[in-house]
């Protein structure tokens, strides 16, 4: 089976405003077109504005979390159901500051996984040990648990979704893992979905941990890493394009 093409997410975080999202996009469009594919996820509130603004390009946008819920009496969560009413084409469910700061368990992780694949939308599910979890030697244990937890939730659905492996102590600290570091923990997760898939290899699996525009190229031409996930970088529109660039 051939390579699955290259993917880029921007993954905004607590960022942006009205006026900064719309000229950051702008830069991005006009930098483009790009030979990857190319995703921003950004805050709920902006997703009209993001479909509004990128309906007519090549870049796909999409949620930094949904809930695991149709509907109900869950205050301040948000459906796929809506995210695909705005046109998401990606969820980021089980990000490292989720699983930290919300108590996120791998159960909910893949139970938000199965709610946003049930209505069209591809969940972009986050993996990664702390740095002491590295130190200790559990690096493998950690992320294989948290993606078991997925495989076992949606079955043979496994293939349609994205994978991305966030080491937590390479996010916002400048500290990238080694393409070969990286390049590990993606083998292992590729013989994982390859044990649970005949479609493994069409899985993509993204590196997320201080992507910057000099260190984007040697890691994406790893033979497991299909692309990026970027934090800090994808607020910059020059940065981002050079980093999309890198993926083509
Ligand atoms: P940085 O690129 O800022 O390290 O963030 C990575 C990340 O968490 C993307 O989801």
Redesign the pocket.
Known sequence: MSKPKKLV???W?LHGSKAANAQLLSGVLAAGPYAADVGV?APFPYLADLQAQLASSAVTWGA?DVSAHEQGAYTGEVNAAMLAEFGCRWA?VG???RRAYHAESDQLVADKAKAALAKGVTPIV?VGETLEQREAGHTEEVVKRQLSAVIHTLGACIAEIVV?Y?PVW?????K?ATPEQAQAVHALLRAQLAAATPKASTIRLLY?????PDNAATLFAQADIDG???????LKAADFAAICRAAG
Request: proline share 0%; aromatic share 0%.
């Open positions: 997410v921007g993954n975080k996820c930094q980021i990000h490292s500051e986050c991305a966030e390479a996010i916002g600290t400048g990238t997320g941990g201080s992507v910057k990026g996930l970027i934090g800090g970088a994808s």
